[in-house]
């Protein structure tokens, strides 16, 4: 982003009530009804440190025939909660019209959701229908971790004249096997707080988490890593909710949780940290452990399919030429060639004795130690030693 644009952003302090230089938003996943709507408002409202009620006026869903949200009909009810609670309105948009029922109807705040983000023609619509209007916009995201997408998602709305600018971070969609609904990718978000010095950018543990039990844990690593606030999902009975009921909390569990919270310190955000690095480290070696139970999960099935066809489990010509692959691939990330060979015979070996578990063969690899090259660093690769059994 052009760094005039950057420095157009207005900081949250100035537009918006703060608590521990934090925004807190909380409020349904989407409105469903009147009385729903004011009784989880209020207790929202009780908190006293959350100034903003997030509301799904219009519910974007996978498939059709779900709820999807009340529409216009819910506009009088927020209107009343404002009136009542002195809580701003933020409503989510995913077309131009919702954008001008939304200034129609006065709502403080309007917000971008993920599936809208990714989508720049969308974008551009609705930054035209909100152009030089100034309202406060949230924007959310892509589901996919494309943060070119993102940036230039935060790029349209600033040049259609809207300077009160929130990003959020509410996880990503990608192949991986995770206990996440969408995987965090701290990396991204830091790295759009790089981008764009000075930009908002508070946190969705709710979308990230997909259940209450991880929302605590993501909330926290949320904070430390001096994001400027979070977005949650609260329903007064969640129970009961007709979206995203496993990840919604009750107001009450939300008073404990930011009171939990808050003892985290607020730091000023600036290059990261020792922590910060390990902490990138540690979500990394816990992706990776994911994707390693499921890669053995794969050899054992291949070993019964194995079985099934009678073929043996150590196949010279394939297993060259998968190290052959994963070597280049591995040189041209900037992984070291020595590291590489011992990683992939370790990752060859277990995957013989997971295939071997599955057969009535004996492990085919218990020959490898003494068919080894002794070079240093060198890998056994079948079909490379003259003396190894076709």
Known sequence: MPVAFASDISPLSEWIPLSGNRLYIAGPCSV???????????????????????????????????????GAEAFPWLKQIRKDTGLRIAVEVARPDHAIQCLEHEVDIIWLGARTTVNPFMVQEIADAISGTGIPVMIKNPVSPDLRLWIGAIERILMAGSK??????????????????????????????????????????????????????VAGQALTLSMDGLMLEVHHQPEKALTDREQQITP?????????????????????????????????????????????GLSRQIGQLKKLRNEKIVQPHRLKALFSDRRQKGEILGLYPG???????????????IQSESTSDQPESESTDSKRNTLPGSVFIPGEDKNQQP
Not at 165 to 187: C, E, M, Q
Not at 339 to 353: A, M, T
Request: neutral net charge; charged residues 30%; glycine residues 6%.
């Open 164 to 217: 009160k600018i929130i990003a959020i971070h509410r996880g990503f969609k990608t192949h991986k096997r995770s206990v996440y609904r969408n995987i965090p990718l701290w990396d991204i978000p830091l790295e759009l707080r790089h981008e764009v010095p000075g930009l908002p950018l508070i946190c969705d543990p709710s979308h990230i988490s997909g259940n209450t039990a991880l929302l605590e844990e």
């Open 252 to 296: 009450e569990t939300m008073h404990a949780l930011f009171a939990r919270l808050s003892a985290i310190p607020h730091r000023q955000k600036s290059a990261e940290t020792l922590d910060d690095l390990r902490r990138h480290i540690d979500e990394n070696d816990h992706e990776l452990l994911a994707l390693l139970a499921h890669r053995m």
């Open 339 to 353: 590291f590489l060979d011992k990683f992939l015979q370790l990752l060859h070996d277990e995957s013989v004795r």
């Open 32 to 70: 469903e009804s009147r009385e729903q709507l004011a009784e989880t408002a209020e207790g929202v409202a009780q908190a006293g440190n959350v100034p903003v009620l997030r509301a799904g006026v219009w519910k974007p869903r996978s498939r059709p025939g779900q709820f999807e949200g009340k």
